[in-house]
């Protein structure tokens, strides 16, 4: 393979539609060799046209425009004699174009995709095949530049397909998979929390990541609330009229529980388990506030229903709440078959025992939370009572208002 003439060997011609074009050299002279004129020649004496010949390689050919004798080359037509004199110069001077060794390309190859296809897997898909195309971009100008400077020949083709390709590959890979897992999300999610958590869930780069399904400890507030005297009640109403009344007041208890980012964890005939905050608990003491102000609004918007109810002629009632907060296990529970998110824990049993012991319209908290609220909610403290699986009673205390900022605070407790 022949190599170009440089860039400075040509000169450009303006045609008369404004497009340049090279017609060849500029000045009938090449930098690898020496060039006299044929008329020149001519002229000289026999001692100088020894001096001239001696040792060298004389070569003689036509170089004017019009005898037509000119070969295209990457730079512009030049005259044949100089693609002669070129490729002797390349012979003599063992300039050639060379491979670079076929293990370096294999490698390359082999190593650069396996490079960035982990790279891409440790960030967003997009940015991944942003980088791969940079770096492939990169690795050509590296490619042409080592081409230009030292006629070693890289793969370049295969080599940056071979990356982009790898970035590719893994993107879609990735896309497939998350797509998978973010339906996993929100299915598992989607209708017991609030779709501004299910959405700061997907939006994680591995949603499952994100989430320890296979269980974790985790400090959060246990909510029960149960309806007195359902029993009695739905004696005196038919199937599909106690389906009705159930379906109404848990939507609007949900959508209070999703308000407050709480994780609606199940039903148990009229009875409703919510956890605060999961599957994604917040700090401090958030989570105890937000289930406390859930219970309060929630027994305010029970009163409401039920003045509605009793004016359509509608069977009403109450009910107890109650709270605790501690820690609990988190995470996926069940068979290989079927799987249910949930906590589980002595902190739970607690809060299901405190809500038993509450009244209709009585929201009862555990010592645990009242640490947590009793800045932010007025209180009183119940006698202590006796649970099951507790061999000390344990103090209580009823929820009655909210606590303004800067108001003295009314609660009563006995210490």
């Avoid at 002279?29 to 020649?41: E, G, W």
């Avoid at 980088?131 to 370049?156: C, E, F, K, Q």
């Avoid at 071979?162 to 299915?187: H, N």
């Amino acid at each position: 393979m022949m190599l170009p003439f440089i860039a400075d060997e040509h000169v450009d011609q303006a045609s008369n539609n404004g497009l340049a074009t090279r017609a060849g050299a500029a000045d009938l002279s090449i930098s690898f060799a020496q060039s006299v004129s044929y008329a020149d020649l001519l002229r000289f004496d026999d001692r100088t046209m020894k001096a001239f010949a001696s040792g060298a390689i004389v070569v003689i050919g036509p170089t004017a425009q019009g005898l037509g004798d000119f070969i295209v080359t990457p730079n512009g037509r030049y005259p044949g004699v100089f693609a002669n004199l070129r490729l002797m110069d390349q012979l003599l001077e063992h300039k050639f174009i060379r491979r670079v060794p076929p293990w370096l390309d294999i490698t390359l190859i082999v190593l650069l995709p396996l490079l960035i296809g982990f790279v891409v897997t440790q960030m967003p898909a997009s940015g991944g095949v942003a980088l791969a195309v940079g770096i492939a971009a990169a690795y050509a100008i590296v490619s042409v530049a080592l081409y230009g400077y030292t006629l070693y020949w890289m793969n370049l083709i295969h080599v940056s397909g071979s990356i982009i390709l790898a970035a590719l590959f893994v993107a879609l890979y990735r896309t497939i998979t998350e797509g998978a897992d973010k339906r996993i999300i929100t299915e598992m999610f989607g209708r017991h929390v609030s779709p501004a958590i299910v959405e700061s869930m997907l939006d994680h780069d591995d949603p499952l990541k994100a989430l320890d399904l296979s269980g974790r400890t985790e400090k959060v507030t246990i909510f029960y609330s149960d309806i007195r005297g359902f029993t009695a009640m739905s004696e005196k109403m038919t199937s599909a009229q106690v389906y009705a009344n159930l379906n109404t007041y848990f939507e609007a208890m949900c959508a209070i529980v999703f308000a407050h980012g709480g994780y609606v964890d199940k039903f148990i005939g009229d009875c409703l388990m919510a956890v605060f905050s999961a599957p994604v608990p917040r700090t401090g003491t958030i989570d105890a506030c937000e289930a406390a102000e859930t219970a309060l609004q929630q027994q305010e918007r029970i009163r409401e229903m039920m003045a509605e109810w009793s004016k359509d002629g509608r069977q009403t009632f109450e009910v107890g709440m109650g709270l605790n907060t501690g820690e609990v296990m988190m995470g996926n529970l069940g068979s290989s078959e079927r799987l249910n998110y949930t906590v589980i824990g002595d902190n739970v049993n607690t809060a299901a025992r405190l809500y038993n012991e509450a009244k209709g319209g009585q929201i009862i908290i555990s010592e645990s939370t009242y640490e947590e609220v009793k800045d932010r909610f007025i209180v009183n403290e119940l006698p202590p009572v006796t649970v099951k699986g507790k061999t000390l009673p344990l103090r209580n205390f009823e929820i009655v208002g909210r606590l303004r900022p800067g108001e003295p605070n009314p609660s009563v407790t006995f210490s």
